[in-house]
């Protein structure tokens, strides 16, 4: 009895309009710094018609994107709340798959912008078998006092030990696949944020995205009674970890061919949830340089493909799909994002150089027997 689970971060999936740009130029997008704006109350008028005009497209495009994955049960990030996920259902997956996802379960994280992450289940698998819905429990409320996680890095971020740990939510939700039991822990952990104190962006923040890993892993480990017994029982850590421990790092240009080299990171809070054979990334049962789901860019001098998207399995789930190798559908990128040699793909209908895409990320979706 196989399932198919995917992860994906739809980027942005929202009910409402975001007026920030108003006051933070940094927030404001690039088409409306273009042009100059009276007041608030034009700048809103113009933003409302900026979204509106590219929304169509992109969820067109994210809903290809799902459709490609053909999942059974579908991790999501950024999503506003379950109205606007319903929304996107029925205006937009539902003319590619039909009704599909019927159960849909979100709850409210601790996400400045409002983004939480969301679950959408078929009733049954491809093959038949019923996928029930038992629980579902938000970790949201977690302090870093409460998993004694504090620490001198967090201090000098200015952060207090009373502080949530988690910057949107670990959702854990126990289903039964075919009658039998398997529980998600669906995440996205703390963005990198910008350089400070002389460090670069992902080290800066690095100290929050290991609290975070170190707090999932204590969620499971007391869940199951200890490491050891955890290890052993069916789960998946879906979601986006916004951290990787390898990356390709993109060199030269269109017209003299790029370069891809392949980067070790030292330290990622991957490892954290590693540690031990605990679980496995399945993605990392692909060829190094096929591995990513993100494409970063700041410019020619700063160019690499990463893994932010993650599917890990319990070191028994893992062992009993050892043949299991991860999708990454990539069709929805922009044609910006350079690809490594024989990976290049026909892009869907109306993506653009930047945008609209399907998201900035890319889906990850593997095929697991529930035994």
């Known amino acids: 009895m196989s399932l198919r689970l995917a992860t994906f971060n739809v980027e942005n999936l929202m009910n409402r309009f975001d007026f920030s740009g ?55 990030q950024e999503v506003d709340n379950l109205a606007a996920l319903k ?15 019927r ?41 870093f006092a409460d998993f004694d996680l504090y620490n001198q890095a967090l201090a000098e971020l200015g952060i207090e030990p009373q502080e949530r740990i988690f910057r949107r939510d670990c959702l854990e939700l126990d289903i039964k696949v075919g009658g039998r039991p398997l529980t998600l822990y669906v995440v996205h952990f703390k963005a990198m944020s910008p350089p400070r104190n002389g460090m670069d962006g992902r080290t800066a923040s690095m100290p929050v995205r290991i609290a975070e890993a170190s707090a999932v892993r204590r969620i499971i480990e007391n ?8 290890a052993e029982k069916r789960w998946v850590i879906c979601g986006d970890l916004n951290d990787y421990r390898e990356r390709v790092v993109i060199s030269g240009e269109a017209h003299l061919g790029y370069g891809f080299k392949p980067v070790r990171e030292v330290l990622s809070c991957v490892n954290t949830l590693t ?96 035994v």
């Not at 929304?87 to 996802?101: D, T, V």
């Not at 869940?223 to 955890?230: K, M, P, T, W």
């Not at 799909?321 to 024989?342: E, M, S």
């Open 103 to 143: 159960e849909k379960h979100s709850a409210s994280g601790n996400d400045a912008r409002g983004i939480d992450v969301a679950v959408m289940m078929r009733p049954e698998t491809a093959h038949g078998q019923p996928i029930e819905f038992v629980r579902m429990t938000s970790h949201a409320h977690v302090t």
């Open 22 to 76: 108003f006051r933070n130029d940094l927030r404001r997008d690039r088409a409306l710094s273009l042009y100059e704006i009276e007041d608030e109350a034009h700048f809103r008028a113009l933003e409302q018609a900026r979204a509106v005009a590219l929304t169509d497209d992109a969820r067109q495009l994210t809903a290809l994107a799902i459709a490609e994955t053909r999942a059974d049960i579908l991790c999501l």
């Open 87 to 101: 929304a996107f259902e029925y205006g937009y997956l539902f003319k590619m798959i039909g009704n599909g996802y």
């Open 223 to 230: 869940r199951f009674g200890g490491a050891e017994r955890a």
């Open 275 to 370: 540690e031990g054979g605990f679980c496995e990334n399945l993605v990392e049962r692909r060829p190094e340089l096929d591995r990513w789901t993100l494409y970063h860019t700041r410019g020619p001098d700063e160019r690499h493909l990463c893994q932010l998207d993650y599917l890990l399995a319990s070191r028994a789930l893992a062992s009993r799909n050892a043949r299991a190798i991860p999708d990454i559908i990539r069709a929805g990128q922009p044609w910006r994002t350079i690809f490594p040699p024989g990976q290049d793909m026909p892009r869907y209908p109306r993506v653009g150089w930047d945008r609209p895409k399907a998201s900035d990320h890319c889906p990850v979706v593997a095929e697991l027997d529930i």
